[in-house]
């Protein structure tokens, strides 16, 4: 499905999979690729997807995609590094809100043809 693909068309296309996927479960999408300039770690933050839930709650997406299972698979490469600029992306994007709604992080894991939702995949407290 992928193969031939560069590594920016792969990653918009597993992105495109992971929206239509969370659409169909009724969540709405909000930003696209929301970019911060420079983060806390000395490089920016970029949040794949943000989509509202049914509930309200704002949900902060990484995406992640690989061929297979192997090495752990997609889920297990959203590394500490990774979820410290994705918390500094979303508590930028949150300062536009007088009060913060309820909000959480979900990986979306593509291994392959398999999709993977893991909702409240970490926690922004834990920083």
């Known amino acids: 499905m992928f193969k031939g693909l560069s590594t920016k068309a792969l990653g918009d296309e597993a992105e495109t999979r992971a929206l239509e996927y969370l659409c169909r479960q009724g969540m709405r999408l909000e930003e696209r690729n929301y970019r911060v300039a420079r983060g806390p770690t000395g490089r920016g933050g970029e949040i794949d997807l943000i989509l509202r839930a ?65 909702p409240a995949a970490f926690d922004a407290t834990c920083w």
């Open 54 to 118: 049914l509930d309200g709650t704002l949900v902060f997406v990484e995406v992640r995609t690989r061929a297979g299972g192997s090495h752990g698979g997609a889920a297990a490469s959203v590394s500490r590094t990774k979820q410290r600029r994705l918390i500094y992306a979303a508590t930028h994007y949150l300062s536009r809100f007088s009060t913060s709604p309820p909000c959480r992080f979900d990986v979306v894991a593509i291994d392959g043809d398999h999709i993977e939702w893991l």
